[in-house]
């Protein structure tokens, strides 16, 4: 059975400081994985998934297969990072069931 | 485009009434996907549909639960009877189908059951 466990419900950190953002999956395979970020009043949107490999809006993402994590990070934290972040999983190819870990709220404090 | 469109935003019923929940998705995507969003279980899939087909229904709770999609533009999810414990936000979110990710979500319709 595939599982997204995001350990923490709340986050908070001061502007400026790092910022990393927990998630470790359970999948027999190999996954696609991703990071999906709701803004206050804004819908759920994606952020980045792991096969781009890209940096959005300055956080990035490492797929660690050893360890079975997909961690958001971020060097400075800003303001308008503050927001809920879910990181999901889904099988590769094929029917795109989409499993989300209950989400991460970051708050950065001015 | 509008993005996926979700109706009613906000609904407040009482226990037992059936509900209704809209959800038109974005023109072209195939594959369409229901949700549920509470604080104690974060975001759950409900149900999702290839092409108008119901591909995996695992997700609804139980039999007052039902979803149809009886063409590419419109899909429905219906609670009948209603209960207390359904209060929650509904989303709904479509993508193009096989072989894309990236699903695009509607505005939600947060429910209330008294």
């Known amino acids: 059975a595939q599982r997204v466990t995001q350990p923490e419900k709340l986050l908070s950190v001061f502007k400026g400081a790092p910022v990393e953002l927990k998630c470790n999956y359970s999948?027999?395979?190999?996954?696609?994985l991703f990071w999906y970020v709701q803004y206050s009043r804004q819908r759920l949107q994606l952020l980045l998934r792991h096969i781009s490999r890209e940096s959005i809006k300055g956080f990035t993402a490492d797929l660690n297969k050893g360890e079975t994590s997909f961690h958001l990070k971020k060097p400075f934290a800003q303001e308008e990072d503050s927001a809920m972040y879910y990181c999901?999983?889904?099988?590769?190819?094929?029917?795109?069931?989409?499993?989300f870990g209950i989400g991460t709220k970051l708050q950065v404090i001015p | 485009d509008a993005g996926v469109i979700q109706s009613p935003r906000h609904e407040v019923t009482e226990m037992g009434q059936e509900v209704t929940l809209r959800c038109k998705p974005i023109s072209g995507h195939n594959s369409l996907f229901w949700y549920r969003q509470t604080m104690m279980r974060g975001l759950e899939l409900l149900i999702y549909?290839?092409?108008?087909?119901?591909?995996?229904d695992s997700g609804m709770p139980e039999d007052r639960f039902s979803a149809k999609m009886p063409n590419a533009s419109f899909s429905t999810l219906k609670i009948q009877p209603s209960e207390p414990r359904d209060s929650a936000v509904y989303f709904c979110?479509?993508?193009?189908?096989?072989?894309?990710?990236?699903?695009?979500f509607g505005p939600g319709t947060r429910l209330t059951v008294t």
């Open positions: 999901a999983l889904s099988p590769p190819g094929g029917y795109q069931k989409v499993t």
């Open positions: 549909f290839n092409n108008n087909v119901p591909i995996d």
């Open positions: 999948y027999s395979g190999s996954p696609e």
């Open positions: 979110a479509s993508s193009l189908g096989a072989g894309s990710y990236e699903q695009y």
